[in-house]
């Protein structure tokens, strides 16, 4: 498997964040003029061609490294997070309380480790917006975090996504936490059902692509998330062009960066 450790300026890292669709890095050093980072396992082109674009950052090393290293990495750094009323806990560790629900997951590529500001806003909103029976689908289900979640309160659950990893670490962690969720994939594009709930923890630029098409996916609340800082006036903006209500918005800070909030919505029709 291949290490690519990176260094882009600091204010370009979000945007690269983007143009990677979520795929996860782990950041190595962060000042306020260079970030540094790794990369595993992902296409040397495709992160060539975003320095590119972005006229900035490059790739400074480049390693092999043995798939039992990333493992040990990843159980090294992948302690429980807890979301009330849910756990979020590793594969190889058993939950001993009984006042959460716990959420496996096995070692990550795919985004949805439950570390983001982005995934625990959405967690944290599914308990109050999903009811047992509710038909949901996980737009961009990453491992498959938000789906097992819903799938543990007693929703019917189909989750996609256009990355084949994320589908298939998906099928793994449903199974891992034995709950059925039906996990394909699709891009937004291909959804031809409507839904009582949309669970859709996305990048901006896929909202501003499909809002119109989303909206009509839903029946009784979509949950958004991924939205970064002053994003969030557009969605409120959209919401209100399209005669959507705003029932809930909820904010987290990037950790260490009170500032950096991320934020989440539920909405409904009016
Ligand atoms: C920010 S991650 C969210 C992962 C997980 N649901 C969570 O909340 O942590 C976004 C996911 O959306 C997927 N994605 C991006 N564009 C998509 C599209 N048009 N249709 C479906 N999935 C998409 C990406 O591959 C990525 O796995």
């Known amino acids: ?25 782990e950041i190595l050093n962060k000042d306020e003029n260079i970030t540094v980072f790794a ?78 500001p982005s995934t625990q806003i959405i967690l944290s909103l599914i308990p109050k917006y999903i009811s047992q029976g509710d038909k949901v689908i996980d737009i961009g289900c990453g491992t498959g975090i938000l789906s097992i979640a819903s799938a543990k309160l007693g929703a019917n659950v189909d989750a996609i996504d256009i990355e084949k990893q994320a589908v298939e670490e998906c099928k793994v962690n449903s199974w891992e936490n034995q709950v059925k969720v039906n996990c394909y994939q699709a891009s937004i594009e291909d959804i031809k059902d409507s839904y009582n709930i949309v669970l859709s923890n996305l990048q901006m630029e896929i909202f501003d692509k499909y809002f ?39 904010s987290k800070p990037e950790e260490g960066k009170p500032d950096d909030l991320w ?7 009016k």
Not at 57 to 70: P, S, T
Not at 217 to 227: A, E, M, T
Not at 263 to 269: A, E, L, S, T
Request: proline share 4%; glycine share 6%.
């Open 212 to 250: 119109d098409r989303l909206k009509d996916i839903f029946k009784k609340y979509w949950l958004i998330s991924g939205i970064f800082k002053d994003e969030k006036d557009k969605i409120l903006k959209m919401a209100e062009n399209s005669g959507l209500e705003v029932v809930e918005m909820k």
């Open 1 to 25: 498997m291949k290490k690519y450790i990176c260094e882009i300026p600091s204010n370009l890292f979000e945007i690269f964040l983007v143009e990677l669709n979520g795929y996860g890095v």
């Open 39 to 116: 990369i595993y396992d992902y296409d040397k082109d495709a992160i060539n061609n975003i320095f590119e674009d972005l006229g900035s950052g490059r790739i400074v090393l480049e390693e092999d490294i043995k798939e039992e290293d990333w493992e040990e990495k990843w159980k090294e750094n992948f302690k429980p997070i807890e979301i009330p009323p849910f756990i979020v806990i590793p594969e190889w560790e058993i939950y001993q309380g009984n006042d959460l629900i716990p959420i496996k997951l096995k070692i990550a590529m795919a985004f949805g480790t439950g570390l983001h």
């Open 263 to 269: 934020y989440g919505f539920v909405i409904k029709h």
